[in-house]
């Protein structure tokens, strides 16, 4: 995460579970110090609904009841939350008024993980949950972003934009450059992009699945 010079709201959250992997990325509403407050509140009602066993829409609906019960509707968090059983590389996600996950396949081409999406936490509109699927394949990536990677602009108003954004995932772990490496990378591009200051946090999760076969995880 490339925090804005102005206080943002971008989350992300990760833990293994046996072998599962939780996942989840948050984008609060405002540019102040209560839209971190809020993203911060989201991210501790998920963990504390994932540890008492909650599904992904019913963790989704908890944050969105402590949201509601802390700022009633006058703050509200859009979200990605996804489980990845690391074994079978079944993926299973939620859209809560996010941007899509990317899933980029031997690196060469990439697709949007269509769900259709539930109003944002916080919000209260009561729309339905949707849970979708995707069986991954070994060497799949999967990325999870806020709008402040693809909407960063430069001084001539131009986005960095999503087909740079992948390109730029695939080109440079295509160098074999590790998961670190390719986002420090990332990061830096996005900032020189926007002249070294960000107007929004800009913030992505990258993941890999190997298989099955990883010895060890490194965040």
Known sequence: MEPAYQVGGDAFDYAVADTTLHLGVFDAVGHDTTAGITANVAVAACR????????????SEQVEQVLLEQF????????????????SG???????GHPLPLLIRD???ATELAC???GPMGTALGLPVTQRTEHLQPGDRLLLYTDGIVEARDACGDEFG???FVSFIRRHHAGRHTLHETLR?????VMEHNAGRLADDATVLLTEWRGGHQDELTP
Do not use: C, F, H, K
Request: charged share 25%; hydrophobic share 40%.
């Open 48 to 59: 504390n609904a994932r540890r008492q066993g909650a599904s992904l829409t019913e963790t």
């Open 72 to 87: 009633s509707t006058s703050r509200y968090v859009t979200a990605i939350l996804a489980d990845l059983d690391m074994v």
């Open 90 to 96: 079944r993926l299973t996600w939620i859209n809560r």
């Open 107 to 109: 690196n060469r081409w």
């Open 116 to 118: 259709p999406p539930a």
């Open 162 to 164: 999503r087909d740079r």
């Open 185 to 189: 990378r990332l990061m830096a591009a």
